[in-house]
């Protein structure tokens, strides 16, 4: 019997030391798998803020692209309705009645005559520039009124025509135009 005894005791200590290893082997599974766990759920959240954050840029990007075009098509709009006042102008311009245009190229010879030695006009204006003006006359422009005056020389000309008058009071008037259409 003694060595059944030895024998039950050795099977009893490897089944201690079997069950001790298990134990371990449960205890450092267990570890493992909560580490996984944790860094499955922190690679998760990563994920998540990483790919939250993208969505907010994306979303910033697309509302300050939706702004730009809007602003884009106000301004075009705004231009085209300038543009619209703007030719409104000239047409306007070219149908005043010969009463307005003969006062008008007779306010403008009068006082700018002296500056020139030969005076240009639409050839609309021909007749009467001729009339009120003592200069030379040099001939036909391409203009919706008003007049073009030049040295003898040829070396100096000053353009007093409507085009470039409403050019400048368009250019210098475009803020103020522009706040009184939009506020």
Do not use: C, F
Request: glycine letters at 4%; charged letters at 30%; hydrophobic letters at 35%.
């Amino acid at each position: 019997m003694g060595l059944e005894i030895v024998v039950k005791d050795i099977q009893d200590g490897a089944q201690a030391e079997i069950s001790r290893i298990n134990a371990d082997a449960e205890a450092k599974a267990s570890e493992y798998i909560n580490e996984a766990r944790d860094s499955q759920k922190k690679m998760l959240g990563d994920s998540l803020a990483k790919v939250e954050e993208d969505l907010q840029k994306m979303n910033q990007q697309v509302i300050s692209s939706a702004n730009l075009e809007v602003k884009r098509i106000a301004l075009n709009k705004r231009k085209e309705l300038l543009d619209t006042v703007y030719n409104q102008t000239v047409e306007k311009i070219k149908a005043l009645p010969a009463s307005e245009n003969e006062k008008l190229l007779k306010y403008l010879i009068d006082k700018y005559e002296s500056e020139g030695n030969k005076i240009y006009s639409s050839k609309d204006s021909e007749k009467l520039v001729k009339k009120l003006s003592s200069l030379t006359y040099a001939g036909n422009i391409k203009s919706i009124g008003g007049i073009v005056l030049e040295n003898e020389d040829g070396t100096i000309r000053l353009d007093y025509t409507y085009d470039l008058i409403l050019e400048n009071v368009y250019e210098r008037s475009l803020k103020q135009i522009s706040d009184i259409l939009y506020g």
